[in-house]
C-alpha cells in the first residue's frame, strides 16, 4: 500500500451530496485530483453499509467506510488492507465486508425506545415504525434507496414528538444506557457512545504504521503520520472536525455551519454541497501536490 500523507474523510448528505437532490456530480473535478495523488477519501456517514457500499461503487471510490455516525469502520475483504484488528470485535457480512464495531447493535437500540414509550408514551418515532414508503417521502429518497436506508445495524434515525423538556428527560437516559444522541441534517441518531472521530483516529493511526512499515526500519520519525481533511455541514460532524488538521465546513441549505474548535486552517465554503467540496479541495490542492 502507498504511503499516503493525507487522508480525506467526507460526510455525504449535505456535503458530497447536495442536500436536496443527492447529486455529487459538483465534486468530480475534486474527487479526480485526489484518486490521482492516491489520497484515500473515506466515505464518512450516517447512511447505512448498504447505502454507502452502492455510493461509493457509483462515485467510483475504494477505500475504508464508516457508517452510521461512527459505529462501524468497514473494509472490503477482497482489498488486502494491513491494518492491526487484533483487538478489535471483527464481524464479516456477505463474506465480502469485515466489520469492526465502534457503537453497539440497533437491537440493544430499539429496545431502549421500548422501554421509554412504555414509560413516557408516543415520544419519538423513527425509521423502525415508518414504511418504505413513509421513509421516502421523509428523506426524498426513491423506494429502493429508502430500502437500503432503512436497514440500520447499529442506530436508529428519530423525529422527535414530545416538547423539550422530554427530550432532555429522553437523553438523560440514554446516557445512563450507554447510548448517545446526535442531530444530523433531518433527523436526530440515537446511537453507541461513539462518532465520526473515533473509528477515524483508528484509521489515522493504521496510516501511520503502514507508512512505517514502507521505510523497513520502523524507528525511522515513527513513520509519516497522515493530515486529515475533514468535510461536513452539520452537527453531527463536529467531532470529525476537530481532530481534522484542516476541517472543513461546508455551507448547507438548512443550517448554520458547524461550531467547531478554532483552528487557523479551517475552510468555510460559499458554495453548497458538492460545490463547496470542490472549492474547498480546489484550495487545499496546492498544499497537498507541496507535500505528496
Known sequence: MKVTSFIVSTDLDGTLLDHHTYDWQAAIPAIEVLQQQQIPIILNTSKTLQESITLQKKIGI??????????????????????????KKIGIIDDKWQVITFGCSRKEI?????????????????????????????????????????????SEPFIWLADNNAFLLFEENAKRANLQILQGGRFYHLQGKTDKATPLLWLKEQYQKINRGTFGNENINDGIIPKLICLGDNKNDIAMLNIADFPVCIKSPTSDYPNIDSNKNTIYTEAYGPSGWTEAITKLTAQIQQKI
Not at 469502520?73 to 483487538?87: E, G, H, K, Q
Request: hydrophobic share 35%; charged share 25%; net charge negative.
Open 62 to 87: 475504494q477505500a475504508p467506510l464508516i457508517v452510521e455516525n461512527g459505529s462501524a469502520l468497514v473494509l472490503p475483504t477482497n482489498i488486502p488492507t494491513p491494518f492491526d484488528t487484533s483487538d
Open 110 to 154: 430499539l429496545s431502549f425506545i421500548s422501554e421509554q414509550r412504555k414509560e413516557y408514551g408516543n415520544i419519538l418515532a423513527g425509521f423502525n415504525d415508518w414504511s418504505l414508503e413513509e421513509i421516502a417521502k421523509r428523506t426524498g429518497l426513491s423506494i429502493e434507496q429508502a430500502e437500503e436506508s432503512s436497514k440500520k445495524l447499529f
